[in-house]
């Protein structure tokens, strides 16, 4: 989840990981889990980094029926206190929403949370957020209605939509993408360009790293100047401490096979 800013991130919700996870659906970065075990270990690592740094962490069931319920990214989009519960791009994944929308309700109330028109397609993973710009991938999962709801919903905060086309060969836009701190994007060469962000607020600035470390950009800042990044990719962590940062490394590589990436199995609220 990456629609909130990094003081605004104190509590969130993942999702355990089934028995079935070895079904998610695997088509860029992965090629499907093979290590059930490894993957729960991963998502605990996970879940303790972000509580080390202070963040509440609540958990909600794994569901047999759905091997990509981890994902919850993709289920909610939280902005200001408010959330839009979007429709999901891969039907296999439509079944995760009621146990999120109704732990939503009830953490939130009933006023706060808000539903898509069901013509519009989008995931979660397809938005990221510098300041008052959001940004949206358009891809495989999110489609122009999608894209026009959260537009609307954006319009209560009176916040900005910049649509970004995500290529063929990559999921969402925080595949490739992500907000280290709030000031800074870091996004993949061969992939996404600079350029396509747009002008920025004064200060904000896009950081190109290599294309073959386009997973390693999804990252988590975190309150206390602490990043989350997964393992085995230098460039990008080089350039996390560099910021001062301190980098906090995951291995993904369970999570990576059904193409997750560290921001897919959380969403601040
Ligand atoms: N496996 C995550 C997704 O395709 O949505």
Same mark, same amino acid.
């Given at each position: 989840?990456?629609?909130?800013?990094? #003081?605004?991130?104190?509590?969130?919700?993942?999702?355990?990981?089934?028995?079935?996870?070895?079904?998610?659906?695997?088509?860029?970065?992965?090629?499907?889990?093979?290590?059930?075990?490894?993957?729960?270990?991963?998502?605990?690592?996970?879940?303790?980094?972000?509580?080390?740094?202070?963040? /509440?962490?609540?958990?909600?069931?794994?569901?047999?029926?759905?091997?990509?319920?981890?994902f919850v990214?993709?289920?909610?989009?939280?902005?200001?206190? /408010?959330?839009?519960?979007?429709?999901?791009?891969?039907?296999?994944?439509?079944?995760?929403?009621?146990?999120? #929308?109704?732990?939503?309700? #009830?953490?939130?109330?009933?006023?706060?949370?808000h539903?898509?028109?069901?013509?519009?397609?989008?995931?979660?993973?397809?938005?990221?957020?510098?300041?008052? &710009?959001?940004?949206?991938?358009?891809?495989?999962?999110?489609?122009?209605?999608?894209?026009?709801?959260?537009? *609307?919903?954006?319009?209560?905060?009176?916040?900005?939509?910049?649509?970004?086309?995500?290529?063929?060969?990559?999921?969402?836009?925080?595949?490739?993408?992500?907000?280290?701190?709030?000031?800074?994007?870091?996004?993949? /060469?061969?992939?996404?360009?600079?350029k396509?962000?747009?002008?920025?607020?004064?200060?904000?600035?896009?950081?190109?790293?290599? #294309?073959?470390?386009?997973?390693?950009?999804?990252? &988590?800042?975190?309150?206390?100047?602490?990043?989350?990044?997964?393992?085995?990719?230098?460039?990008?962590?080089?350039?996390? *401490?560099?910021?001062g940062? /301190?980098?906090?490394?995951?291995?993904?590589?369970? &999570?990576?096979?059904?193409?997750?990436?560290?921001?897919?199995?959380?969403?601040?609220?």
């Amino acid at each position: 989840m990456t629609t909130v800013t990094i #003081e605004q991130k104190k509590r969130l919700f993942c999702r355990l990981v089934p028995d079935s996870y070895a079904g998610a659906l695997a088509n860029f970065f992965g090629s499907g889990p093979t290590d059930i075990e490894l993957a729960r270990k991963q998502h605990q690592t996970y879940q303790n980094a972000l509580m080390d740094a202070g963040i /509440e962490v609540h958990v909600l069931d794994a569901d047999e029926r759905h091997p990509d319920c981890i994902f919850v990214e993709d289920q909610a989009l939280f902005v200001d206190g /408010e959330v839009l519960i979007p429709n999901v791009g891969a039907p296999s994944r439509e079944g995760e929403r009621p146990p999120v #929308e109704a732990f939503l309700r #009830e953490q939130l109330g009933d006023e706060k949370v808000h539903l898509m028109d069901s013509n519009a397609k989008m995931d979660g993973g397809d938005v990221i957020r510098l300041h008052n &710009i959001f940004y949206v991938g358009k891809s495989s999962r999110t489609n122009d209605a999608g894209i026009d709801e959260f537009r *609307k919903f954006l319009d209560r905060f009176g916040y900005e939509l910049r649509v970004v086309n995500i290529p063929g060969n990559a999921l969402h836009i925080t595949s490739l993408s992500s907000t280290p701190t709030d000031d800074i994007i870091i996004a993949p /060469e061969g992939y996404l360009t600079a350029k396509i962000f747009g002008e920025l607020p004064q200060g904000s600035k896009v950081v190109m790293m290599p #294309e073959e470390e386009a997973y390693g950009c999804n990252t &988590i800042g975190l309150p206390g100047n602490k990043v989350l990044a997964a393992k085995g990719y230098p460039t990008v962590i080089k350039f996390l *401490k560099e910021l001062g940062l /301190e980098v906090v490394e995951i291995d993904m590589s369970q &999570i990576r096979a059904a193409d997750g990436s560290l921001t897919c199995m959380s969403v601040f609220f």
